[in-house]
């Protein structure tokens, strides 16, 4: 069978026009060998997005934008239609964020799918969100700051109007005649402050001298002083050293029953004799001073007395005496002479 031109023709018109169709749904980011389901977002702004730009999820292309619609009854809103592939789980929890591409200000939307408690089966709403971007950062932080210039322009302008700039050349000229008298006041005084000069000159010269004068004289002093310290020191040590011996040695003799001192210590009889001895001693100390003609013969005629006198200084009778040394015989030490009467 022979085909005619004119089918030929036809037929390749329409494999053109076939080829068309898909190259510019290609070239709209459609994808060709893969179903896609169609969800619905609506921003405010879209400044930067366009159509066929990508839709990423975490970092992978997932699909295109497809249109965009102007909502005038929504208060101008953009209704913006985006092809996802099938295999994305879309649901209530899917967040499509517009956010920038490059930093050249094209936007592409991203999207986060979430804990999803239903899945979409396409032609939904999804949650907008838009991301801010470096420029608009910037833009919020040099807007402050550019009219806090100009501001201060325009201040620094009203400062130099005329009057403003009369009063500075005033001050100018206040400066020019002030420096002028400086100059003038140091010419005169140049000698002088020459002389100041020389005279400060020699004085730090001479400070410097003595400031190695003292530097000598401390150390000498200190080398003195550390030779007086160890001599002393020394001879210190060796005294106390021998103090501490000597001290040592006279406590081991008091501690011992050698020496006097130390049986005066350590001896408890000889301790009661003394003190028996003292306290006899004492008894005729007062006996005597109580009645002295008892130990000195005055008298012609003989008269023997009765009585004595004991440690509290009471005068006792020569019987209570007797009755004493029989009661007690060995704490009364001192005897009763049998004629102890001293006559008058």
Known sequence: MRISKEIKVALLGIAALVILYFGYMFLKGAD?????????VVYENVDGLNVSNPVF????????????TLLTDEGNKIL???????????GDSTIASLANSDFLGSK???????????????????????????ADMLSSKSVPVIDKVDTTLARVNRLLDSEAKGNVQDILVNVKETTAAVNDILQMNQRNIELITANLVQLTNSLKQTERNINKLAGNMAEI?????????TQLVQNAN????ELQTTVAKLNSDEGSLGKLMNDEALYRNMSRSTESLNLLLRDIQTNPKRYVNFSV???????????????????????????HPKEFNRPVPADSAASK
């Open 301 to 327: 005629i003989g008269r023997k007395d009765k009585y004595t006198v004991d440690a509290t200084g009471r005068v006792i009778t020569l019987d209570e005496v007797k009755e004493m040394q029989d009661q």
């Open 225 to 233: 002083t550390d030779t007086l310290k160890q001599v002393e020191i």
């Open 32 to 40: 060709l060998f893969s179903g896609t389901k169609t969800y619905y």
């Open 80 to 90: 913006t239609e985006i092809e996802v592939v099938k295999e994305v789980k879309v």
């Open 108 to 134: 592409a939307i991203m999207l986060y799918l979430g804990n999803n408690s239903k899945l979409y089966e396409g032609g939904e709403r999804l949650i907008a969100f838009k991301e801010s971007s470096i």
């Open 242 to 245: 021998l103090a501490v011996s």
């Open 57 to 68: 999820l975490n970092g992978v292309n997932v699909g295109r934008v497809q249109k965009m």
